[in-house]
């Protein structure tokens, strides 16, 4: 799937229906397979039972005897996750979802990959559900860069180990590029870099190693960053730039992936923090070693 010049997504000559009415941004391709199921889809007149069903162009189809709307440009934002909102389109426990606060003038917008509820930090939101597909694909080599802090300790060696990939309770898990960054009391703030994004991947690994997260902040996402976007501000990435990204080389993957751990320095301790029983950690959008203070997420980090 590619991108022409306007931003419009640019079909193959055939692919999946669901795909098809996804791009339409009707509703994600997982709502579309639940359409198909409930035989409120037709093709051509023929009343679909299943998804399995490709779409070549100039072919009609209604979902609840309407026309799809006309496939908007692929259009991409950032946002800033607060901690305590789901990243779901609804909630049966009737909990705070993202989309709850977000404008209401925005068209209707599929997440790019999670966060948790008690996550934080740069959530991207799309109106195109390949878009969506695309930027979440691990082999698009893009990472996922957070801040973490996290009550315990490990050594660098531990950390150093991820690199190799880590398999916990029988699921495996890719590369992890880990590093302490400071120390603040009983707890740790680390940097973490990953590129397939599991479900709750940073949390279980960490868990692993011992330690015990009690914050996590996305500050990057590929090319994407949180900067200095405000705690629950939205922002929309301009065309060109998404054009930009879409239409030119993908971003490697990551080379840290395949390279040799370096030896710990005997000795070698991580930088001092603040006095122990600070409740604050250093700043998640300073560099390591800069911070003379408490900061919230949202003061800038790049991504």
């Known amino acids: 799937m590619t991108a022409g010049t306007d931003g419009r997504r640019i079909a193959p000559t055939a692919e999946r229906i669901a795909k098809v009415i996804a791009r339409s941004g009707l509703c994600s391709r997982r709502d579309a397979e639940v359409l198909i199921a409930e035989g409120r889809v037709s093709l051509d007149g023929r009343v679909l039972d299943s998804p399995a069903v490709t779409v070549r162009p100039g072919q009609r189809i209604l979902v609840d005897?309407?026309?799809?709307?006309?496939?908007?440009?692929?259009?991409?934002?950032?946002?800033?996750?607060?901690?305590?909102?789901?990243?779901?389109?609804?909630?049966?426990e009737g909990r705070p979802t993202v989309f709850d606060s977000l404008p209401k003038e925005l068209p209707r917008l599929q997440p790019v990959g999670r966060l948790d509820l008690n996550s934080?930090?740069?959530?991207?939101?799309?109106?195109?559900?390949?878009?969506?597909?695309?930027?979440?694909?691990?082999?698009?080599?893009?990472?996922?860069?957070?801040?973490?802090?996290?009550?315990g300790w490990v050594s660098e060696a531990r950390l150093e180990g991820l690199r190799d990939g880590v398999t916990v309770e029988g699921l495996r898990y890719g590369p992890i590029k880990a590093k302490i960054e400071r120390a603040s009391g009983a707890n740790l703030w680390l940097s973490v870099i990953l590129t397939e994004g599991k479900n709750r991947e940073v949390r279980r690994v960490l868990a692993h190693l011992g330690l015990k997260v009690n914050r996590l902040i996305r500050v990057g996402y590929g090319p994407f960053t949180l900067g200095s976007l405000a705690r629950g501000a939205v922002s929309e990435v301009p065309g060109k730039r998404l054009r930009e990204t879409l239409e030119g080389p993908k971003?490697?993957?990551?080379?840290?992936?395949?390279?040799?751990?370096?030896?710990?320095?005997?000795?070698?301790?991580?930088q001092a923090g603040p006095k122990a029983g600070s409740k604050t950690g250093p700043n998640p959008g300073s560099k390591p070693g800069k911070s003379k203070g408490p900061r919230d997420a949202h003061r800038r980090r790049p991504a």
């Open 65 to 92: 005897d309407a026309p799809l709307p006309a496939a908007a440009p692929a259009r991409l934002w950032r946002y800033h996750k607060p901690a305590g909102l789901l990243t779901a389109a609804r909630d049966p």
């Open 251 to 270: 971003t490697p993957k990551a080379g840290w992936a395949k390279a040799k751990p370096r030896p710990t320095k005997p000795g070698r301790k991580p």
């Open 120 to 151: 934080e930090g740069l959530l991207l939101l799309t109106n195109d559900g390949e878009l969506k597909r695309e930027l979440e694909l691990p082999d698009s080599g893009w990472q996922r860069r957070y801040r973490v802090r996290a009550y």
